[in-house]
């Protein structure tokens, strides 16, 4: 009686050494996951086979095109030290094709198998980009750590369920995504960038952008199943808006330049928030510790809160805001605390370098801090009514990051030199130099100009000099 072989499963067996090319024209599983096999791969005389698993061993080489085994619908060759590129299968029934940490390096072939369901190419060494999708029914596509650069393709498959193109080098603006299923997307560390457009997923659990340079607002995703927003580290500005994700659990946002948050509370099932190192206040985070958070993080912020110079009664007066309801304020002259200067607005009776800190009662590991105003009370304050607005020379917005609006009003005829110079006392530009009439002259500054950094405006006249810190940020 003939013995036909239709399966041979020798997983886990400590098999070592090569591996001879099998003759059986009856094999349809050969299981090999987890020996010590090495060598060379070849397997050209397994006409009926249709799954081949070698995963987790030492096969080097090339991997080989398998054209013997025309049957092939999955295919397993990860975790093993090939060194060559992936080839082009013909394989037109190919539902599976797993090669993680296979050693592979080189140019993607054109990916086209219409039967694909599975792709899993990550933890190897490619080069180029990633090529066009031709795999309609392809559910799961995971080309993470792969060293693939360029521009994304637009991704036309509707069956995808999990896509993962996270630590690349990819750029560009995120593609068109007709993924009307997709449930996770997960793009972080790559080189992304550009607004990111409106998302519509009805399926998608999970999104992760982090660590692009993805820039502009936020818009105003329709995400309802979301669980998982991580966002965090990229260059996202402005209010992060009232999103629809009512199931959302954990939301990271660090790393970016949100200026204001809606009311988090809403978010019933929402267990860990990660907001560091944005552009918060008080008054976004003081309620926040109540909510009960399992992980909650908000104490470094990049905030610098504006200090306000005006002039009244003959001496100045400097104010700082920051939103919040439970602040407490602590004036600073020459890194000093000031005796009871423990208000928003405060005296500068006498020159010095004025700074504000800014605690909470609520929010009690958060610390920020005002804008540095150098006060030199040897220029010559303005009789009342001189002034209008109570203005003496002032920059705003202070910080700035686009452009800045320097004012200054002489309460009479004088001729000054206006210029910005670095913390080493070296004159970086001249605004104005001559003649001034009384009242308001205003002189706009292009940032372009500055890089990022702290820089001082040095008003001098024939007797008196005014210095007022100003800061350049992102």
């Given at each position: 009686?003939?013995?036909?072989?239709?399966?041979?499963?020798?997983?886990?067996?400590?098999?070592?050494?090569?591996?001879?090319?099998?003759?059986?024209?009856?094999?349809?599983?050969?299981?090999?996951?987890r020996?010590?096999?090495?060598g060379?791969?070849?397997?050209?005389?397994?006409?009926?086979?249709?799954?081949?698993?070698?995963?987790?061993?030492e096969?080097?080489?090339?991997?080989?095109l398998?054209t013997?085994?025309?049957?092939?619908?999955?295919?397993?060759?990860?975790?093993?030290q090939?060194?060559?590129?992936?080839?082009?299968?013909?394989?037109a029934?190919?539902?599976?094709?797993?090669?993680?940490?296979?050693?592979?390096?080189?140019?993607?072939?054109?990916?086209?198998?219409?039967?694909?369901?599975?792709?899993?190419?990550?933890?190897?060494?490619?080069?180029?980009?990633?090529?066009?999708?031709?795999?309609p029914?392809?559910?799961?596509?995971?080309?993470?750590?792969?060293?693939?650069?360029?521009?994304?393709?637009?991704?036309?498959?509707?069956?995808?369920?999990?896509?993962?193109?996270?630590?690349?080098?990819?750029?560009?603006?995120?593609?068109?995504?007709?993924t009307?299923?997709?449930?996770?997307?997960?793009?972080?560390?790559?080189?992304?960038?550009?607004?990111?457009?409106l998302?519509?997923?009805?399926?998608?659990?999970?999104?992760?952008?982090?660590?692009?340079?993805?820039?502009?607002?936020?818009?105003?995703?329709?995400?309802?199943?979301?669980?998982?927003?991580?966002?965090?580290e990229?260059?996202?500005?402005?209010?992060?808006?009232?999103?629809?994700?009512?199931?959302?659990?954990?939301?990271?946002?660090?790393?970016?330049?949100?200026?204001?948050?809606?009311?988090?509370?809403a978010?019933?099932e929402?267990?860990?928030?990660?907001?560091?190192?944005?552009?918060?206040?008080?008054?976004?985070?003081?309620?926040?510790?109540?909510?009960?958070?399992?992980?909650?993080?908000?104490?470094?912020?990049?905030t610098?809160?504006?200090?306000?110079?005006?002039?009244?009664?003959?001496?100045?007066?400097?104010?700082?805001?920051a939103?919040?309801?439970?602040?407490?304020?602590?004036?600073?002259?020459?890194?000093?605390?000031?005796?009871?200067?423990?208000s928003?607005v405060?005296?500068?009776?006498?020159?010095g370098?004025?700074?504000?800190?800014?605690?909470?009662?609520?929010?009690?590991?958060?610390?920020?801090?005002?804008?540095?105003?150098i006060?030199?009370?040897?220029?010559?304050?303005?009789?009342?009514?001189?002034?209008?607005?109570?203005?003496?020379?002032?920059a705003?917005?202070?910080?700035?990051?686009?452009?800045?609006?320097?004012?200054?009003?002489p309460?009479?005829?004088?001729?000054?030199?206006?210029?910005?110079?670095?913390?080493?006392?070296?004159e970086?530009?001249?605004?104005?130099?001559?003649?001034?009439a009384?009242?308001?002259?205003?002189?706009e500054?292009?940032?372009?100009?500055?890089?990022r950094?702290?820089?001082?405006?040095?008003?001098?006249?024939?007797?008196?000099?005014?210095?007022?810190?100003?800061?350049?940020?992102?």
């Amino acid at each position: 009686m003939r013995t036909v072989v239709t399966a041979l499963e020798l997983a886990n067996n400590g098999l070592a050494g090569d591996l001879p090319d099998l003759d059986l024209a009856n094999l349809v599983l050969l299981d090999l996951e987890r020996n010590d096999l090495t060598g060379v791969l070849q397997l050209t005389r397994l006409p009926a086979l249709r799954s081949l698993n070698v995963s987790f061993n030492e096969f080097s080489g090339e991997v080989p095109l398998l054209t013997g085994s025309p049957l092939l619908q999955l295919l397993d060759i990860s975790v093993n030290q090939f060194t060559s590129s992936l080839p082009a299968f013909s394989h037109a029934g190919l539902r599976e094709l797993k090669a993680r940490n296979a050693g592979l390096s080189g140019q993607l072939p054109k990916i086209d198998w219409p039967q694909l369901e599975l792709l899993s190419l990550s933890d190897n060494a490619f080069s180029g980009s990633l090529p066009e999708l031709h795999v309609p029914r392809i559910e799961t596509l995971l080309v993470y750590n792969t060293e693939l650069s360029g521009r994304l393709p637009d991704i036309d498959l509707p069956e995808l369920r999990v896509c993962n193109l996270a630590n690349n080098r990819f750029t560009g603006p995120l593609p068109v995504l007709n993924t009307p299923r997709i449930e996770v997307l997960a793009l972080g560390h790559n080189l992304l960038s550009g607004e990111l457009p409106l998302l519509q997923f009805a399926f998608l659990h999970t999104l992760n952008i982090f660590n692009n340079q993805f820039s502009g607002p936020l818009p105003l995703f329709e995400l309802p199943a979301l669980e998982t927003l991580n966002i965090g580290e990229n260059d996202i500005h402005g209010p992060l808006p009232a999103l629809n994700i009512p199931h959302i659990e954990d939301i990271v946002l660090q790393g970016n330049a949100f200026s204001s948050l809606p009311a988090m509370g809403a978010y019933e099932e929402l267990d860990r928030l990660i907001l560091s190192r944005n552009k918060l206040s008080f008054g976004d985070v003081e309620l926040l510790p109540a909510l009960g958070f399992r992980q909650l993080a908000y104490e470094v912020q990049d905030t610098v809160l504006p200090v306000r110079q005006i002039v009244e009664n003959n001496s100045f007066r400097l104010e700082t805001i920051a939103r919040g309801e439970f602040n407490t304020y602590q004036w600073y002259r020459n890194r000093i605390a000031v005796p009871a200067a423990q208000s928003a607005v405060m005296s500068a009776a006498t020159s010095g370098e004025y700074f504000c800190l800014v605690r909470n009662e609520r929010a009690t590991g958060m610390i920020l801090s005002s804008d540095t105003v150098i006060v030199d009370l040897a220029l010559p304050v303005p009789e009342d009514g001189d002034a209008a607005d109570g203005l003496l020379l002032t920059a705003s917005p202070n910080p700035f990051s686009e452009r800045l609006v320097i004012s200054y009003r002489p309460a009479r005829a004088t001729t000054q030199r206006l210029s910005i110079v670095n913390t080493l006392g070296e004159e970086l530009a001249l605004i104005h130099d001559g003649y001034l009439a009384p009242g308001l002259r205003q002189w706009e500054l292009d940032s372009r100009l500055l890089s990022r950094g702290l820089y001082f405006l040095v008003l001098r006249g024939a007797s008196d000099t005014a210095t007022v810190g100003i800061l350049r940020i992102d």
